[in-house]
């Protein structure tokens, strides 16, 4: 689960990380009252969405030369005509894909002076299963872009659970990053604060960009970006409260709810698979005959008629979809389940496109009856590539 930056600053300041005073802003008609608040002289007008590079980004809806979702004002009244601009406008950015993301909130906060702009992580790493910090000089910049072109400037290394965080982690990022004087106790202290803030609420990700060092030598979170354990958040109603379901796939949020495994994809072949390794493979496979997935769905090894059907309807949702391939091995899942589930989904939302059954495992021959006697226009596969084959084909003609 991610939020919003001005909610990871919230959480930022209360376990005492310097930050920005700011505002956040949901009505167009806020924003005066909200920057009249913040001191000045410098107001920065940011664009709350769930993606990065919001300063490159553009508006869909912007005139020539518009600037990006980040803005810099100079007094109360600019910085709330600008937040104004953005409010109800599509941000665009290399991270939201061409559709772009709708701003439904904007962060209004005091500006900064900046002598220096760094880089900083925490993240779960998965190879040592580890927590670990990711740290470069290059900060403001897209740390891929580093990572691709200049890897010698970012300085990695995980902590041992054993020990925890220790003051020597701090003191290894402050002189990886050419921290000097008490900005190398105020690095040992920062890492300390948001070692702390990362493992006490199961976060996956923490991301500073940049991370700055002030006009004045002070260390300064200047942004923030979340992403929490989606596993964990019934352990955090706090950080479960932040949760803005506006930034998600409609498809997605509405599978999470049915305990269903789905993301969206740009293809045009719907997926409903059981088993996260089955659905992989069948995604596979379907581009090796030439098509592309619209989704990767696992109804999971349990899975009732219900779910199946409420699969079949997310599937069916998506106009992208022009054909579907059902593949199930019935192990602990039965395979006269999914029959039927396929067949009250079909029957309630509709059939307008191909549909291709596989079925292999437990009461295979049951399900492939419930199928045959349905009266569907369903076509039948005896394995996995006849049934790739089959509905890309159907598919593509």
Not at 18 to 29: H, M, N, T
Not at 211 to 234: P, Q
Not at 317 to 333: A, C, Q, T
Request: aromatic content about 6%; charged content about 25%; proline content about 3%.
């Amino acid at each position: 689960m991610n939020i919003h930056e001005y909610q990871a600053k919230a959480l930022l300041r209360s376990y005492g990380a310097p930050v920005s005073d700011g505002r956040p802003v949901l009505r167009a008609e806020d924003a005066k009252t909200a920057a009249g608040e913040l001191d000045g002289p410098l107001w920065v007008v940011k664009a709350q969405i769930h993606a990065g590079g919001r300063g490159k980004g553009h508006f869909k809806e912007a005139d020539a030369g518009e600037k990006g979702g980040v803005r810099l004002t100079k007094s109360v009244e600019e910085a709330a005509q600008e937040a104004k601009k953005m409010l109800g406008r599509t941000l665009v950015t290399h991270q939201t894909g061409p559709a772009g993301k709708t701003v439904n909130r904007i962060y209004i906060e005091d500006g900064s002076g900046i002598e220096t702009e760094l880089y900083l992580a925490i993240l779960v790493d998965r190879a040592t299963s580890r927590i670990a910090f990711v740290c470069s000089t290059e900060g403001g910049m897209d740390i891929e872009e580093v990572a691709a072109h200049t890897p010698e400037k970012i300085i990695t290394f995980s902590v041992d659970p054993a020990t925890g965080y220790q003051a020597f982690h701090g003191r290894r990022i402050a002189f990886a990053l050419g921290l000097t004087g008490n900005q190398v106790k105020q690095c040992v202290a920062l890492m300390a604060t948001l070692y702390r803030l990362f493992t006490d609420k199961d976060m996956e990700m923490l991301e500073i960009n940049p991370l700055i060092v002030t006009d004045k030598g002070d260390l300064k979170c200047l942004d923030a970006k979340m992403g929490f354990d989606g596993n964990a958040i019934y352990r955090h109603a706090d950080i479960a409260a932040l949760r803005d379901e506006t930034e998600e796939d409609p498809k997605e949020l509405a599978a999470s709810k049915f305990d269903l495994n789905y993301i969206a994809l740009d293809g045009e072949i719907g997926c409903m698979v059981n088993g996260a390794g089955l659905a992989m493979a069948t995604m596979d496979i379907i581009k090796l005959y030439g098509a592309e997935p619209a989704n990767f769905l696992d109804v999971g090894g349990g899975a009732t008629r219900e779910k199946v059907t409420e699969a079949f309807k997310i599937i069916t949702s998506d106009p992208n979809v022009k054909g579907i391939l059902v593949n199930i091995f019935g192990g602990i899942m039965r395979c006269d389940v999914i029959a039927e589930g396929v067949i009250a989904a079909v029957t309630e939302v509709g059939l307008k496109v191909p549909l291709v059954v596989r079925l292999e495992g437990t009461n295979v021959e049951l399900g492939k009856d419930i199928i045959r006697n349905s009266g569907l226009n369903v076509i039948a596969a005896d394995n996995l590539s006849d049934a790739a084959q089959k509905i890309v084909k159907a598919v593509k003609g």
